[in-house]
């Protein structure tokens, strides 16, 4: 399945010129409209929007080459102008819907062809790699790769979280609240996630350095990282402070030099399974125990399980054996057994 979206989003993406691309980057809207020709329209609101699993608030007319997308102010408009680029370029080349076609779910697979175009739109890799191109990762990428692209900050933690060479994480934190706005984790190759990293409304730990780091200056040193609970977990830190945010670097290793002794240190790993469910409209990949019967985790959204989930859908038999069954499994409320 992976295999089938890469294909689609490479086949998708030739139909694009690089000149057209660079300018993208630089000015969606204006791109899709003077390079396209394609109609493009800010909303306040949407009747209707993609519901089959895309990151998106608009719509495509893609017959009369319109775009409506709901104006949100800030980057994620140019995310939702990508998405909708994405099902314009799927639409050139019907070869695209018929590899998608033998596909299980091809709606929602489809949605997931026109994020993936979205993301490389927004951020081309040679980007990336110009931006990177002095290594190792530092937190001044991160802002550097921001006002080079149209990429939301989430976006492009994620872009250089993925170049981290080991565990390690990419973490945005407001600087008024103390607290992690957001967090893209690379887990360690051989033992998976740690026990101890950074999470999306966690506020920063209680004597943490990062609690004192001024506007515009840098920290690189070795610290620590603490849960909830009290757990905590030395980590090695490349940090940036700007006016509203600090941009920080985790690293499970000394990737700057920043400190002479390197103390050994045992870290524990999470080892739940992660497994991927389909629930609440969603599919999501889940790191939980599974449920003894269903040997499915409970989804984080409601709380259930495959178990749970069926036992939600049974109906009550109107008959006198008080007994439940799928709705599909009564015929006039009635089971078989009190017909």
Not at 4 to 30: D, H, M, W, Y
Not at 153 to 175: N, S, T
Not at 273 to 292: L, M
Request: net charge neutral; aromatic share 6%; with cysteine.
């Amino acid at each position: 399945m992976r295999a089938t979206i890469e294909t689609c989003v490479t086949k998708a993406l030739a139909g694009i010129s690089p000149a057209v691309s660079q300018r993208f980057v630089l000015n969606p809207r204006k791109t899709l409209q003077e390079d396209i020709g394609l109609t493009v329209r800010a909303v306040d609101h949407l009747d209707f929007a993609r519901d089959d699993g895309g990151i998106c608030d608009g719509i495509s007319y893609l017959e009369e080459r319109v775009i409506l997308y709901r104006r949100t102010g800030n980057r994620r408009e140019n995310f939702t102008l990508a998405h909708e680029l994405g099902h314009w370029l799927v639409d050139q080349g019907n070869e695209i819907y018929d590899l998608l076609a033998t596909q299980a779910e091809s709606a929602k697979q489809l949605e997931s062809v026109c994020d993936c175009i979205a993301q490389q739109l927004l951020l081309p890799a040679h980007l990336v790699e110009s931006t990177v191109s002095t290594e190792p990762i530092q937190a001044r990428h991160v802002t550097d790769l921001y006002a080079s692209t149209s990429a939301s900050l989430p976006a492009c933690a994620i872009a250089l979280a993925r170049r981290l060479p080991g565990l390690g994480a990419v973490v945005v934190i407001d600087r008024m609240t103390q607290t992690v706005e957001y967090a893209s984790v690379r887990p360690d190759d051989d033992n998976g996630w740690p026990l101890v990293y950074p999470w999306p409304r966690q506020e920063v730990p209680a004597g943490h350095p990062l609690r004192n780091l001024k506007a515009n200056a840098t920290l690189r040193r070795r610290t620590f990282w603490e849960t909830r609970w009290g757990r905590r977990d030395d980590y090695y830190l490349d940090a940036l402070a700007t006016g509203r945010r600090t941009i920080a670097i985790l690293s499970g290793s000394d990737l700057w030099g920043a400190e002479r002794f390197h103390p050994q240190s045992i870290r524990e790993f999470d080892r739940r399974p992660e497994t991927e469910i389909e629930c609440c409209r969603q599919v999501r990949k889940v790191r939980a125990w599974p449920c003894d019967a269903c040997k499915e985790p409970h989804c984080p959204v409601c709380g259930r399980c495959r178990c749970d989930r069926r036992a939600s859908a049974e109906v009550l038999c109107k008959g006198t054996c008080a007994m439940k069954y799928l709705p599909h499994l009564l015929m006039n409320g009635l089971c078989g057994d009190c017909r």
